[in-house]
C-alpha cells in the first residue's frame, strides 16, 4: 500500500474520540486518554452503589444495613460529565452509538469487579406508551452490548412496565417511590433465576428497587443492579 493510499484510508476510516476527537479504538470510539480520565465509580454501598468515602468502601450503606434492596449493586461511573453528556444524547437525542461505549465500559467495569455473574440480564422496561414515544428503550441497548460482552442472555420478556409512570426526574425525592408503586410485572419464568437489572443512571434507587421486588415476588433467586452512573 503506497504512503498516500495509507494516508486516506487513515484519514477517512481510523475512528475519532467522541469526546476530544482524537484518534481512537475502534471497538470503543474514545481514546485511552479519555477513558482514564472518565468519573470511574471509586469508592461505595455494595448493596446499592451509593458513593461512600474510602473508608466506607465496599461496606453497605446505612439505608443498606437496614434493608438491602438488592444483593448487589456496580455503578461504572459517577454522574458527572462528561458521562452525563453521552447518556443525555443517548436517551434524548438518538444517538445511539453511545449505547456500545457505555455499555461496553459497564461490561469492563463488571469484569473488573468480578461479581458473581447472573443467569441473565433484565434490562429496565419502559411503559409501551413511552417506548412509542422514544422509539427504543436506551437500557435494552446498554444490555445488549454489555452482555455481548459479558456472554449473557438478555432478557427483556422477564420484564414489563405496566403502569405509565410520571418520570422520576420530575418529581421530588420524597415523591418518587410512591410514583413506582406496582409499577412493574415480572414473569414467572424468571423463577429461580439470578437477574442482574440494567439502567443507565440510578438515583434513589427506586426504580430498580420496584423492578426488583417484581422479579422476586415471582421467584427470582437474587437481584443485582448495573448502571451506567450513580447520582
Known amino acids: 500500500m503506497t504512503n498516500w493510499t495509507r494516508a486516506i484510508r487513515n484519514t477517512v476510516f481510523t475512528p475519532?474520540?467522541?469526546?476530544?476527537?482524537?484518534?481512537?479504538s475502534l471497538a470503543l470510539d474514545l481514546c485511552e486518554g479519555c477513558v482514564t480520565d472518565l468519573p470511574w465509580q471509586q469508592h461505595a454501598c455494595r448493596n446499592c452503589a451509593l458513593p461512600l468515602p474510602a473508608a466506607g468502601a465496599d461496606a453497605p450503606c446505612s439505608a443498606c444495613l437496614q434493608r438491602p434492596r438488592f444483593d448487589a449493586a456496580i455503578a461504572a461511573f459517577a454522574y458527572a460529565t462528561p458521562v452525563d453528556w453521552l447518556i443525555t444524547q443517548l436517551k434524548f437525542h438518538r444517538r445511539l452509538a453511545h449505547a456500545r461505549v457505555l455499555g461496553s465500559l459497564l461490561a469492563?467495569?463488571?469484569t473488573s469487579s468480578a461479581p458473581t455473574l447472573p443467569d441473565s440480564i433484565v434490562p429496565t422496561p419502559l411503559h409501551p406508551r413511552r417506548y412509542r414515544q422514544r422509539g427504543y428503550n436506551q437500557a435494552t441497548l446498554l444490555a445488549r452490548h454489555a452482555a455481548r460482552a459479558l456472554q449473557l442472555p438478555v432478557t427483556p420478556h422477564l420484564a414489563?412496565?405496566?403502569r405509565d409512570t410520571a418520570?422520576?426526574?420530575t418529581l421530588p425525592a420524597s415523591q418518587r417511590q410512591h410514583n413506582l408503586h406496582a409499577a412493574f410485572a415480572a414473569d414467572s419464568?424468571?423463577?429461580?433465576?439470578?437477574i442482574a437489572i440494567v439502567d443507565d443512571v440510578v438515583t434513589t434507587?427506586?426504580?430498580?428497587d420496584a423492578l426488583a421486588q417484581a422479579l422476586r415476588h415471582n421467584g427470582a433467586a437474587s437481584v443485582q443492579v448495573w448502571c451506567i452512573?450513580?447520582?
Open 16 to 24: 475519532k474520540c467522541l469526546l476530544c476527537h482524537a484518534p481512537a
Open 189 to 194: 419464568s424468571c423463577c429461580n433465576r439470578h
Open 229 to 231: 452512573a450513580r447520582a
Open 160 to 162: 414489563r412496565r405496566i
Open 167 to 169: 418520570p422520576q426526574m
Open 205 to 208: 434507587g427506586h426504580t430498580a
Open 108 to 110: 469492563q467495569r463488571i
